[in-house]
Every structure is written in C-alpha cells, then in structure tokens.
C-alpha cells in the first residue's frame, strides 16, 4: 500500500503519440517530483513542483511536460517520445521540500515506446 | 557537487548471513543520507535517513547504518538475511546546493541475493 498513486502502471505508446501519464499522493505533501529509472543510469530527477509551482526542470526534453493542478496531482505528459525514453517513470512527495525531508515514492509507470 | 558511489552492483549472501552494503558520499555541505529499497516492479521505499544526531540509525527490516564523516561514508547492515530481503538497495544524499533543496542524488543501486 502507499500514499503515492500512479497510474497507468504499464503504458507502451508509439512515437507519435500523445499519452499522460498521473501521479495522485494522499499524505497531505506540498512537494511532488518525477524521477525517471533507467537501467543505464542512476535514477534521475527530472521535475519538481513546490506548493503547485516548477521549480526544478533538469534539463529535461520538451517532448515531457509536467502539469500539477494541486498539491496532490501531478501528470507527465508525452508527445513524440523516443525509444531511447523507455524507462521506468517514479512519481514522488514529500511535505515541504526542504533537505532532510523524506521523500515518499509511487511503484512507477513503465513506458515503452516503440 | 554532490554524489553517491555504491561499490558493488550485485551482492549475494547466503540467507541468516550478515548483509552489508556499502555506499561512499561526496558532499561540500553537511549531508542527509538515505537508504531505499525497491522490491521487483515496485517503487521505492525508505529503509532508513540521517539527518543529524546519533550517527548509527536503525531502519526498518532489521537494517540499520552507520554515519561515518572521516570515511565519507553510510554503509547499510543487517546482521542476518532473509530470503525476503532479496531487491535492490539505493543510497542517497540530500543536502542544499544550487538552490534545488531537497532533492536526492542517487547512487546506482546494489541488488542482493540471498540464497537458500
């Protein structure tokens, strides 16, 4: 169980399609993230939103563009994604986004992208 | 800027062996440390965190870690393996810098085995 939702938990799209993915956190948290999990790379911080605002884009392609309408969602959007994007995308929380804070994660989407 | 080195990608002990797991930190400011778990097509879950204050720090599981500023480092224990404890470990540092508070660097992940 966790206070994290994401869904849909798997997702294979196409290049040229237009997909979303959501992440819904029910522990009351002002801070949510997306992270991408690769198996080359160390996981990686893509987006941060602070009380609804961006405040962190890691030098993240355009064709990902995050949208968080409140404090307890926060979406992905894709569009003409690469193969090379396939990778495990971790949604996560944490109240306040201060050091230290504990940072609460969603079990993840898994995309394809063929 | 900061980093987390994790030495060994893969680490198999045999099940009621100690588990230790080791990660390294580079950091110019004070660090908070963390260890996660992740189980097979699941999320990451938090084992355990230093911030300040006592340097050793029990976890959940039976894990606990050691702070150790000299040697840079945070090396995650459990003094006897369960088959359940089979997943891969992620350390992680968190500390002020750039402006971006709050957010972890990991390291690669260790996945241990344990077997029968």
């Known amino acids: 169980e966790t206070g994290v939702t994401q869904t849909p938990r798997h997702l294979v799209m196409g290049m040229t399609n237009k997909k979303s993915l959501k992440c819904e956190q029910h522990l009351g948290h002002n801070a949510m993230y997306w992270y991408k999990q690769s198996a080359k790379k160390p996981l990686e911080l893509m987006f941060v939103?602070?009380?609804?605002?961006?405040?962190e884009n890691n030098s993240v392609p355009s064709r990902f563009s995050p949208e968080c309408p409140n404090s307890s969602h926060l979406f992905l959007h894709l569009h003409t994604l690469q193969p090379e994007d396939s990778a495990l995308y971790l949604c996560?929380?944490?109240?306040?986004?201060?050091?230290?804070?504990?940072?609460?994660f969603g079990e993840g989407s898994w995309l394809t992208v063929v | 800027a900061q980093s987390v080195t994790q030495l060994g990608s893969h680490v198999s002990v045999s099940e009621g062996a100690l588990v230790l797991l080791r990660c390294n930190y580079s950091?110019?400011?004070?660090?908070?440390l963390f260890w996660y778990v992740q189980y097979p097509n699941q999320g990451l879950q938090l084992l355990l965190k230093y911030t300040t204050g006592a340097t050793l720090v029990k976890g959940i599981n039976g894990f606990e870690a050691e702070f150790k500023k000299s040697e840079t480092s945070f090396h995650l224990t459990k003094p006897s393996a369960h088959m359940s404890d089979a997943a891969e470990y992620f350390c992680?540092?968190?500390?002020?810098?750039?402006?971006?508070?709050?957010?972890?660097?990991f390291g690669k992940g260790t996945k241990l085995s344990v077997k029968p």
């Open positions: 939103y602070s009380l609804e605002e961006r405040v």
């Open positions: 950091s110019s400011v004070p660090p908070y």
């Open positions: 992680a540092v968190s500390g002020d810098y750039g402006g971006s508070q709050g957010n972890l660097i």
């Open positions: 996560a929380s944490s109240l306040g986004q201060g050091s230290g804070n504990t940072i609460y």
